[in-house]
């Protein structure tokens, strides 16, 4: 039976990180504000400080990093109580498994009491990941219309919002 750990990510799991980064990008790239070409190329140290600064967490099988995710508190006294979830991917062979659900956990469990909610955004055609933030307890709250633009196509996102409190 396989052992599997999910915890916050630190430098050392840098090159993991990074892999599993890339192919999210490349397999969902209208998942993902940024791209493969713009992360490609990144600097070991600018990935260590987004990992660190990121609340970046990580589900492993068998010291395989397959799933991660990521929660920005922003700094400013008025939304201090705001965390941005990002980045949430697992490998697709693991899918389906409740890991997902796991990863959030570890990042709600994780943050600082003054945090109220959690906010995301997902890709309008994007109805497995809309479907699970919905199962997470996240609702609906606004769209942004065409803001990402890939190859000259337009796509729209769906802001989503949970209530921690």
């Known amino acids: 039976m396989p ?17 599993i980064r890339l ?7 209208t998942a993902f504000g940024s791209s493969y070409e713009e ?7 600018e990935i260590i400080n987004h990992i660190s600064n990121g609340n970046v967490y990580g589900y492993f099988i068998d010291g395989g990093l397959i799933g991660i995710t990521g929660g920005y508190v922003f700094p400013n006294r008025k939304s201090s109580h ?5 980045g949430v991917y ?3 062979d ?14 709600a469990d994780n943050l600082p009491d003054e945090i109220e909610q959690l906010r995301l955004s997902v890709e309008s055609g994007n109805e497995a990941a ?22 000259g196509q337009y796509y ?7 209530f921690l409190k």
């Open 94 to 107: 693991f899918r389906r498994q409740g890991i997902s659900k796991l990863l959030f956990s570890a990042l």
């Open 23 to 29: 192919e999210a990008l490349k397999n969902a790239p």
């Open 82 to 86: 705001v965390v941005n979830v990002w």
């Open 90 to 92: 697992v490998k697709p």
């Open 130 to 151: 809309m479907n699970l933030y919905k199962k997470l307890g996240f609702n609906e709250c606004g769209r942004e219309e065409k803001v990402l633009k890939i190859d």
């Open 39 to 45: 992360e490609h190329g990144r600097a070991t140290n």
């Open 156 to 162: 729209d996102e769906i802001l989503m919002v949970k």
């Open 3 to 19: 052992s599997s750990d999910i915890r916050k990510l630190d430098p050392q799991d840098v090159s993991a990180y990074q892999d």
